[in-house]
């Protein structure tokens, strides 16, 4: 503001007039050269040649796209900032200097601190709802003065801005490839497999197991009460809840609507932390090893019904030539129990009494050729039972389940040999 009879002078160029009745003049903003007087200097000036550069190399398609890419956003995307979790800033983009400037006091690059006044409420309960629902923040229509400090109404003017804060992916990118590769174990894993949440809802599964339970990949996150599975397991879900509540693993032999056998394993389900979030079933098929034994069994009660039936000492043998049944005469004629000799190899009967060269060869014929043997003497002499002479019989009988055995009948003819060889 000048006096009535006060001008600007020679710096008209400088300063512009706001109000002619009260002389008000504001500075113009213009940048002006200052006019520097150098002395001549006692050193030779040196002419230094202009700079060539050389491009050894054209950059790429893809280079170029980069660099365009690039220079693009440092100057027309929007000024924003990268934070960590305690707001401190990773990174700047773009022209921040309108919106955030160092605060007073030791150096921080606090997002909070440095931000304008006007813009710090904002800024922070954005954040906050941002974190909470993790979804992405707009806030339209915050007003942010422009100019300098003092407040001088000549000196600053008022603009509305939009403020986008969206949550940074980093975590749950990592959260993504430990699912994928989750799912890659999963898919490469040939055994039923099914993952659920405490709510016993379904959360992954393997390929084997969709067959069983019904699924598709879009079961996962629905309750298994909408599942229809094959198991013959009417309490299934009270017994997975048991297992969560308890945490104690429980183990069974089931069967699915068709017969086939599974070894249920049911075990908590814990997470990096130790905490119980749901339960994982196991299904490992037994059915080969079920019915194997049940053929076993089958073969063992046909050699008994056999064995039993006839008053001559008898063996049952499989074709390993083990022992899977023997008479009660053979007992009482041998002195020995069921448990000495079921399951065991007839050459290894009483610390190897039986193992006869000459039978061992004759009962291996019978399994390879398919032959028999009648009449065949033996004479040997046995720890309990003292000196005998046998006369074996042996031959192939037909196949139970696949399995093949031997029938040994043996006859006592000890006392019609001696008999026979002694002098008359």
Avoid at 161 to 181: A, K, M
Avoid at 247 to 269: F, T, V
């Amino acid at each position: 503001m000048l006096g009535t009879s006060e001008t600007v002078g020679d710096f008209t160029d400088l300063f512009t007039l706001c109000d002619k009745k009260n002389k008000i003049y504001a500075k113009k903003l213009i940048a002006t050269r200052l006019n520097i007087d150098l002395a001549d200097s006692s050193y030779p000036s040196v002419t230094t040649p202009p700079q060539v550069s050389v491009i050894e190399q054209l950059p790429s398609d893809m280079e170029l796209q980069r660099e365009a890419d690039r220079i693009v956003l440092n100057y027309y995307a929007p000024a924003g900032v990268v934070v960590d979790m305690n707001l401190e800033i990773l990174q700047f983009r773009g022209q921040t200097s309108p919106y955030l400037e160092p605060a007073p006091g030791r150096a921080t690059l606090n997002l909070l601190r440095m931000a304008k006044e006007e813009l710090r409420r904002e800024l922070q309960t954005g954040i906050y709802q941002a974190r909470q629902q993790k979804l992405s923040i707009k806030r339209e229509g915050i007003q942010v003065r422009e100019g300098d400090a003092t407040g001088s109404p000549l000196r600053e003017r008022i603009r509305q801005i939009t403020i986008n804060i969206i949550p940074f992916q980093i975590g749950e990118t990592q959260e993504c490839y430990v699912s994928n590769d989750l799912q890659n174990l999963l898919n490469s894993i040939n055994i039923p497999i099914l993952m659920l949440g405490a709510d016993l809802q379904i959360r992954q599964f393997t390929p084997a197991v969709e067959g069983i339970f019904n699924l598709i990949s879009t079961d996962i996150g629905r309750p298994l009460s909408d599942i229809t599975h094959k198991l013959n397991v009417p309490n299934l879900e009270q017994e997975i809840l048991e297992v969560i509540r308890t945490l104690n693993l429980k183990a069974a032999e089931i069967q699915d609507r068709d017969g086939h056998w599974y070894h249920l394993r049911i075990r908590p389900y814990r997470t990096i932390d130790n905490k119980i979030d749901g339960a994982v079933l196991v299904l490992i098929d037994i059915d080969n090893l079920k019915r194997s034994n049940a053929q076993l069994m089958e073969a063992r009660d046909y050699a008994d019904a056999i064995v039993e039936t006839v008053w001559q000492p008898l063996i049952v043998l499989n074709q390993d030539l083990r022992v899977i049944a023997a008479s009660r005469s053979f007992y009482d004629a041998f002195q020995v129990a069921p448990v000495e000799i079921e399951q065991h190899l007839i050459f290894e009967l009483g610390n190897g009494q039986w193992n006869i060269p000459q039978l061992r060869s004759q009962l291996e014929e019978i399994l390879a050729s398919n032959t028999q043997f009648q009449n065949f003497q033996v004479e040997h002499q046995f720890e309990q039972i003292g000196h005998k002479v046998m006369r074996l019989k042996a031959r192939k009988l037909p196949r139970i389940n696949n399995i093949q055995m031997i029938l040994l009948a043996i006859e006592d003819i000890t006392e019609s040999h001696r008999l026979e060889t002694e002098p008359s």
